[in-house]
């Protein structure tokens, strides 16, 4: 660690601040480098939000001209056109049949956290001031801000941060008995069911039987139903969102990350016509606002985004990866003992690994497999028990090929260096 580092980084360890083996400099494209020299294949998609690359041009210049036109304009208690235009194209995007109105935010985390205040509110409208209750998945990953937090199925020290989890419940991912037990118990408090369609810790997809479920439960409870799409929308999984295959609608959408193709800190929850009309009808003004949402800037991204991903064909360039990168994954379970299976759907994938005693490989060793196969030219995700990869929509089958064989490099290196410390 340096000592005289003014940065705390996000999530790294003291020992590992400082090193510039960590220290990006520029992207392009689906490369990134480093201040040690070294240009590294991206396969996480930045944190699973440059859908489209780094470094498009089309997007820069729209915020560019944002910024010369209209530099500062906001959406708290005050429009600006450009929010007026953004929302729109979701809600068309989006489904303009089910869904009516856009909430701008910044952060996949801060718009969990206004779904929350969304549907305590929207059940209080309606006299039903008793529905504060929202329920999670186990292993769900919604954000560290203190709701989102909250929220977020896995133990990261919530306890430790004081984070109230008292008006939260969570429940097994893909089984329908447990949230069925949990709303025979509290079902009249019960405000929302927060779900992410693929699960980001292990990309774990929700099955049909348990999406049918969650509607039918929704129908007979009267929970407002949210899927949150921070991590699948945007053409990460096949189709523009994930919950666009589902026999019916959520109430809630969030979206992040894919948002601004990773340009701007952006954030949108997209209400359905049914529930924004209890807001209308109650004239009633919702307690929340960010500084940031919604600005002039953030808005022609979101945009250009959406331009760029139409004329790059990137959720039908997405779909075709897929289909090679599940080819190219059952290809390297079947010659690799340590890969005991994967996990995930279209282009959002988890490598199960295991350790030379054939048990899962503890999850005190996935950063030092993360490390092998950055030493070998590719960034991938830790996961559980194992790696994740989030290719860019518009890899190359080259690209792709690259990836997966610095995968096996650093996977190589990884068990010769394990193998050598126990001989050791």
Request: hydrophobic share 45%; net charge negative; with cysteine.
């Amino acid at each position: 660690m340096n000592d005289g580092q003014a940065l705390w980084p996000s999530l790294l360890p003291p020992a590992q601040q400082g090193d510039d083996t960590l220290c990006a400099v520029s992207a392009e494209g689906v490369r990134v480098r480093f201040a040690d020299g070294r240009e590294l294949l991206c396969g996480t998609s930045g944190l699973w939000n440059t859908n489209i690359g780094y470094g498009n041009r089309v997007i820069a210049e729209a915020v560019a001209a944002a910024l010369r036109d209209a530099s500062y304009l906001s959406v708290f208690r005050y429009e600006n056109s450009y929010a007026r235009k953004a929302a729109s194209a979701l809600v068309d995007l989006c489904g303009a049949d089910h869904y009516g109105r856009v909430l701008f935010s910044t952060s996949g985390g801060a718009a969990n956290d206004l779904v929350m205040k969304i549907a305590r509110l929207h059940h209080a409208l309606r006299g039903d001031a008793r529905r504060k209750v929202v329920v999670g998945l186990r292993g769900s990953y919604h954000g560290l801000t203190f709701g989102s937090f909250a929220l977020t199925g896995d133990d990261l020290g919530q306890s430790v941060y004081g984070v109230d989890q008292r008006l939260v419940r969570h429940v097994a991912p893909n089984d329908p008995a447990e949230l069925v037990t949990l709303l025979g118990r509290q079902g009249s408090q019960i405000a929302a069911v927060v779900v992410e369609p693929v699960l980001g810790n292990g990309a774990v997809p929700l099955t049909e039987e348990y999406v049918n479920a969650l509607l039918r439960l929704r129908d007979e409870h009267g929970f407002l139903l949210v899927a949150d799409e921070v991590a699948t929308g945007f053409g990460r999984t096949g189709s523009f969102l994930a919950s666009q295959r589902w026999a019916g609608q959520p109430d809630l959408l969030v979206v992040s990350k894919g948002l601004t193709n990773g340009t701007m800190p952006a954030a949108a929850v997209v209400v359905s016509t049914e529930v924004a009309r209890v807001f209308n009808d109650a004239g009633a003004v919702l307690a929340h606002g960010e500084t940031q949402a919604g600005t002039p800037a953030t808005c022609a991204a979101i945009l250009a985004t959406l331009e760029e991903m139409r004329r790059l064909d990137a959720i039908a360039a997405g779909r075709s990866l897929a289909v090679l990168l599940d080819t190219e994954l059952d290809r390297l379970v079947a010659e690799r003992p340590d890969v005991t299976g994967t996990s995930g759907v279209g282009c959002f994938r988890a490598l199960r690994l295991c350790g030379r005693d054939g048990a899962p490989l503890p999850q005190t060793e996935v950063p030092a497999v993360v490390a092998a196969i950055r030493a070998a030219g590719a960034i991938v995700h830790p996961g559980p028990h194992g790696i994740q990869l989030f290719p860019a929509l518009t890899y190359s089958d080259a690209e792709l090929a690259e990836l997966l064989d610095r995968v096996r490099t650093g996977l190589t290196a990884y068990t010769r260096q394990a193998t050598a410390g126990v001989a050791g």
